[in-house]
T-cell receptor
Framework: AQSVTQPDIHITVSEGASLELRCNYSYGATPYLFWYVQSPGQGLQLLLKYFSGDTLVQGIKGFEAEFKRSQSSFNLRKPSVHWSDAAEYFCAVGGTGFQKLVFGTGTRLLVSP | DVKVTQSSRYLVKRTGEKVFLECVQDMDHENMFWYRQDPGLGLRLIYFSYDVKMKEKGDIPEGYSVSREKKERFSLILESASTNQTSMYLC????????????FGQGTRLTVV
């Protein structure tokens, strides 16, 4: 069965510093991978997605993620964090559109001045 | 602009009440999902539907049922609400094609007293 692990429950980063959020997945075939962001009291917004091809994918708001098959990872990165990036971030794995998405437990990002 | 709309942002219900959470999508998606979100547990799938009148249990279906009479609408039903069903409920839809993500509603925060 597919699963996602986000090992960091909370991360605090200074504004302007770089960010990396970790995501490890378990999936029996070629995975479709997603990062979503959730601002307080809101639904989930897609940041980026990986289906195939280039393993470094660019998303909205300056985020990028790298798919590493050998490590079963799909870590999210941003070179310079802004205060408005404070939110909860979810990694998800799934197959084609026939299938459900399985989510990790989320990482809450706090941005300090 | 794609849209998934949940009928209520906030609901307060009494223990034992029958509760309906409604979700409508305007993207003609075949798949629709109900997730429950709790701190530290991430998003857990309650039920999903891959076609009208078709449904499958997710990871935590106990105490819930669903209804999908029309393609655009997916309802979550709490037959007899209990306090442990106090949570954030998120509806999502996804097309049954390759290379596609799920789109989420804004969420319904349900409090059972």
């Amino acid at each position: 069965a597919q699963s996602v692990t986000q090992p960091d429950i909370h991360i605090t980063v200074s504004e302007g510093a770089s960010l990396e959020l970790r995501c490890n997945y378990s999936y029996g075939a070629t995975p479709y991978l997603f990062w979503y962001v959730q601002s307080p009291g809101q639904g989930l917004q897609l940041l980026l997605k990986y289906f195939s091809g280039d393993t470094l994918v660019q998303g909205i708001k300056g985020f990028e993620a790298e798919f590493k098959r050998s490590q079963s990872s799909f870590n999210l990165r941003k070179p310079s964090v802004h205060w408005s990036d404070a939110a909860e971030y979810f990694c998800a794995v799934g197959g084609t559109g026939f299938q459900k998405l399985v989510f990790g437990t989320g990482t809450r990002l706090l941005v300090s001045p | 602009d794609v849209k998934v709309t949940q009928s209520s942002r906030y609901l307060v219900k009494r223990t034992g009440e029958k509760v309906f959470l409604e979700c409508v999508q305007d993207m003609d998606h075949e798949n629709m999902f109900w997730y429950r979100q709790d701190p530290g547990l991430g998003l857990r799938l309650i039920y999903f539907s891959y076609d009208v009148k078709m449904k499958e249990k997710g990871d935590i279906p106990e105490g819930y049922s669903v209804s999908r009479e029309k393609k655009e609408r997916f309802s979550l039903i709490l037959e007899s609400a209990s306090t442990n069903q106090t949570s954030m409920y998120l509806c999502a839809s996804r097309a049954r094609v390759r290379n596609t993500e799920a789109f989420f509603g804004q969420g319904t925060r349900l409090t059972v007293v």
